[in-house]
């Protein structure tokens, strides 16, 4: 599964819209995307880490015949 990105992928995203806001907004968007690259990434952490016990806990289904 791809990972999403962490606070170099959103805080580049972020600092060029601060850019394309005004004078001075590129580190604080940077800032801002930086803190949700690190919230989104924590995110997908917690599903995949769910995911992978899911299967753990439930009984295997059988896979139909010809596939």
Partial sequence: M??????LKYGAAGAVAGHMVGSGHGV???AAGCALGV???????KRDAAQQQAPANQPQQAQPAGR
């Fill in 2 to 7: 791809a990972k999403e990105g962490g606070c």
């Fill in 28 to 30: 604080a968007g940077a």
């Fill in 39 to 45: 919230h989104e990434r924590h995110k997908a952490e």
